[in-house]
């Protein structure tokens, strides 16, 4: 069952904050994060495993409440290069990437 | 190193002919994907493979053929193309925590 991300689109200003978040109904073995650029492939931020610790680095880090099977993605101090749509994915119980992915949420960054 | 390539980058079909879209990575990595992508819908698991030999289905396999005789190269056949099929197909290959996407293939059927 495909995980539900919100919001479905952010715009934000040069420095600003935003929170992404990727919620299942399902019990989940690990999240992963993608960002997608128009045009482009998507390229891979982070993954979290269900009973790891919080990730990240520089200013985006991610968080995974295995409880509420949600995972969120802080992007901190936000830079033109953030904009973009960013993906999860989840595995349910393989860890053999076959992941089912959120619709995705657009994130604009604008000067 | 050129990671995941995929062939062709564009392609129009008519309905009911059938191709191969070509995947080949140089990363000796195991695990091997393809997916599509469609407006609003992100990316669906069509299938997958966890090592030469062994393929899987994954969300939306109908419609579609897949096999893995080696490590590096993992086609996605059409069998009969219809128009539901139109997307941009991306084929992934990955280790146990990442994946690496090719640029991907559009694809038109008319």
């Known amino acids: 069952q495909q995980p539900v991300q919100s919001p479905q689109a952010v715009i934000l200003r040069e420095g600003e904050d935003a929170v992404i978040n990727c919620s299942s109904s399902k019990a989940l073995y690990s999240v992963h994060w993608y960002r997608q650029k128009h045009g482009e492939a998507p390229v891979f931020l982070m993954i979290?495993?269900?009973?790891?610790e919080q990730k990240g680095h520089e200013k985006i880090s991610a968080s995974f409440n295995e409880k509420k099977q949600q995972s969120s993605l802080y992007l901190t101090a936000s830079q033109l290069s953030y904009s973009g749509t960013y993906f999860c994915?989840?595995?349910?119980?393989?860890?053999?990437?076959?992941?089912?992915f959120g619709t995705g949420t657009r994130l604009l960054v604008s000067p | 190193n050129a990671g995941v390539t995929q062939t062709p980058k564009f392609q129009v079909l008519k309905t009911g002919q059938s191709m191969t879209l070509q995947c080949a990575q140089d990363m000796n990595h195991e695990y091997m994907s393809w997916y599509r992508q469609d407006p609003g819908m992100g990316l669906r698991l069509i299938h997958y493979?966890?090592?030469?030999?062994?393929?899987d289905q994954g969300e939306v396999p109908n419609g579609y053929n897949v096999s893995r005789s080696t490590t590096e190269d993992f086609p996605l056949r059409l069998l009969s193309a219809a128009p539901s099929q139109t997307s941009v197909y991306f084929c992934?290959?990955?280790?146990?925590?990442?994946?690496?996407f090719g640029q991907g293939t559009r694809l038109t059927v008319v």
């Open positions: 979290l495993l269900k009973g790891g």
């Open positions: 493979s966890v090592g030469a030999g062994i393929t």
């Open positions: 994915g989840t595995e349910r119980n393989t860890g053999f990437q076959k992941l089912v």
């Open positions: 992934a290959s990955s280790t146990a925590s990442e994946a690496f």
